[in-house]
T-cell receptor, first 111, second 117 residues
Framework: GQQVMQIPQYQHVQEGEDFTTYCNSS?????IQWYKQRPGGHPVFLIQ?????EVKKQKRLTFQFGEAKKNSSLHITATQTTDVGTYFC???????????FGKGTKLTVNP | DAGVIQSPRHEVTEMGQEVTLRCKPI?????LFWYRQTMMRGLELLIY????????DSGMPEDRFSAKMPNASFSTLKIQPSEPRDSAVYFC???????????????FGPGTRLLVL
């Protein structure tokens, strides 16, 4: 079945540094959703990208969908300790209610 | 809105025992998903329902796992008999899926942390 690859698996940064996680697929992605899971918590929806080349911003977070719809990225500018958690991308398989999740990128921020 | 409700929040049981996890989706949502999360395998979809009907159970590990959704406001995931390798966090999520399969966000419950000794 479809696989959504996410890199890196782990990322440790100093507070104030930027952070980027990448989501890739060998097949065309349908709609990409991004979720954040705090330690000990549950995944929480951040945003959905639908259109090729789409860019959306939420304060310090920038989400991008590749032109060929085969990759997506999440960039955090000037990380804060509140950004700690695991960030997942998920693709809605075409025509299905099913979401295929990447393995996530675990972000730790050193104050 | 109370969000997705799961119970119990924690479960410790012995190998061979039956385990039943419960989920109440958000009112008005028509799709319900059961996920399992482990360090090794990440977040895996086990099964999902649309309008109370199981649509895809290809992620269910084996016959020891079963899920039901008797009505729009309740679902169960049962493991019988349980084994140590079933230890994981089990999440229930719900969403509203409109015409043409357009899906809104999935809302996850707090999860059930299961430990099988």
């Amino acid at each position: 079945g479809q696989q959504v690859m996410q890199i890196p698996q782990y990322q440790h940064v100093q507070e104030g540094e930027d952070f980027t996680t990448y989501c890739n697929s060998s097949t065309t992605l349908s709609n990409i959703q991004w979720y954040k899971q705090r330690p000990g918590g549950h995944p929480v929806f951040l945003i959905q990208l639908v259109k090729s080349g789409e860019v959306k911003k939420q304060k310090r977070l920038t989400f991008q969908f590749g032109e060929a719809k085969k990759n997506s990225s999440l960039h955090i500018t000037a990380t804060q300790t509140t950004d700690v958690g695991t960030y997942f991308c998920a693709d809605q398989q075409g025509g299905s209610e099913k979401l295929v999740f990447g393995k996530g990128t675990k972000l730790t921020v050193n104050p | 809105d109370a969000g997705v409700i799961q119970s119990p929040r924690h479960e410790v049981t012995e190998m061979g025992q039956e385990v039943t996890l419960r989920c109440k989706p958000i009112s008005g949502h028509n799709s319900l998903f059961w996920y399992r999360q482990t360090m090794m395998r990440g977040l895996e979809l086990l099964i999902y329902f649309n309008n109370n009907v199981p649509i895809d159970d290809s992620g269910m590990p084996e016959d020891r796992f079963s899920a039901k959704m008797p009505n729009a406001s309740f679902s169960t995931l049962k493991i019988q008999p349980s084994e140590p390798r079933d230890s994981a966090v089990y999440f229930c999520a719900s969403s509203f899926v409109g015409g043409g399969g357009a899906q809104e966000t999935q809302y996850f419950g707090p999860g059930t942390r299961l430990l099988v000794l």
